[in-house]
Nanobody, 115 residues
């Protein structure tokens, strides 16, 4: 049974930081590219960051470059998103995705940036 379970979301003030985690199970994690997407109310889901496998190469949306860092730990089947210098426009539900021969999605975690 495939599972992707996100955690770490919450309410943070502008300029603050959060670290999202996505714990994976039920598939060969190390073979999958892992991504974080986000969807704000009334907007389409957008790709935030990807970490490839096995290269570990990372790519980012222009809107988060220099502020967010994606990383993965294949030993514990977990992908992270470190988010710094958060802005109100980062407010969204953040989703973890695994992609290789199939696409798998988590249930999402809410991130709210507000004073």
């Amino acid at each position: 049974q495939v599972q992707l379970v996100e955690s770490g979301g919450g309410l943070v003030q502008p300029g603050g930081s959060l670290r999202l985690s996505c714990a994976a199970s039920g598939f060969t994690f190390s073979r999958y590219a892992m991504s974080w997407y986000r969807q704000a109310p009334g907007k389409e889901r957008e790709l935030v960051a990807t970490v490839a496998s096995p290269s570990g190469r990372t790519t980012y949306a222009d809107s988060v470059k220099g502020r967010f860092t994606i990383s993965r730990d294949n030993g514990i089947n977990t992908v992270y998103l470190q988010m710094n210098s958060l802005k109100p426009e980062d407010t969204a539900v953040y989703y973890c995705q695994a992609r290789w021969r199939a696409d798998y999605w988590g249930q999402g975690t809410q991130v709210t940036v507000s004073s």
